[in-house]
């Protein structure tokens, strides 16, 4: 018997020992807003610079629930589960329900990097979608520089699958403070449910937490 699914993803929320991965609210904007215009960010998506509370504000209330009701992908606001205070967003997008595939995205604020919030998050994400909507695929790609977003891929298990040259775009600040465009490599990553045999584990030894999810 063949389990049919319908092509949207369900409106819930993510809990992991650290974190809660939920749909963004109106007051979230300024939170938002003020982590879109962090350097690191500017550089590394193509969110608009500089990034304005208008900005946020239809990111929240239009283009992030589009992305579920149309089927193209989901976001999640990511956020402490104690404080409640923003850590980040991620997204999966370019869903293909066919082949139960889709693209994962992730933007973590200043503040909390460097605690494993970025891998914890993204983790739970990738248990929820093989366990919970029978996904087969999930892919990433990263800029060639940017070494921090490579860092979360290896560290949950997924697998480099090459190169896409001069496939992405990124920005540059110059000697005048002012940001220009500039072509890169992507680098391809994926991983397959089977790939996260022990990673949950992995991920613990590292942050001191783990990312057992609860998803509702």
């Known amino acids: 018997m063949t389990t049919t699914f319908p092509d949207i993803f369900p409106d819930i929320s993510i809990s992991t020992e650290r974190l809660s991965l939920r749909t963004f609210d109106e007051e979230d904007i300024p939170a938002l807003a003020e ?12 969110a ?21 009701a149309s089927g193209r992908g989901i976001v999640f606001a990511v956020s402490e589960f104690l404080t409640q205070r ?11 329900w066919r082949c139960r595939s889709t693209e994962i995205g992730y933007i973590t604020a200043p503040w909390a990097r460097g605690e494993g919030y970025a891998s914890e998050a993204v983790l739970a994400t990738a248990q929820w979608l093989f ?11 990263t800029a060639a520089d940017n070494t921090a977003s490579q860092q979360v891929a290896q560290k949950i298990g997924c697998i480099s699958e090459g190169v ?3 496939a992405g775009i990124v920005r540059c600040r ?12 992507l680098i391809v990553w994926s991983l397959l449910p089977e790939d996260l045999d022990g990673v949950a584990g992995r991920v613990m030894d590292d942050s001191g937490y783990a990312a057992y999810p609860d998803w509702r």
């Open 35 to 46: 982590m879109m215009n962090d350097e690191l960010v500017t550089a590394w998506s193509p």
């Open 48 to 68: 608009p610079y500089p990034y304005t509370v208008s900005d946020a504000r239809h990111w929240v209330t239009r283009s992030a629930p589009a992305e579920r």
């Open 86 to 96: 923003l850590v980040g967003t991620i997204h999966l997008y370019d869903t293909d």
């Open 131 to 141: 366990q919970d909507q029978r996904f087969e695929r999930l892919e990433l790609r």
């Open 164 to 166: 896409l040259r001069n």
């Open 174 to 185: 110059g000697a005048d403070g002012r940001w220009t465009e500039a072509r890169t490599d």
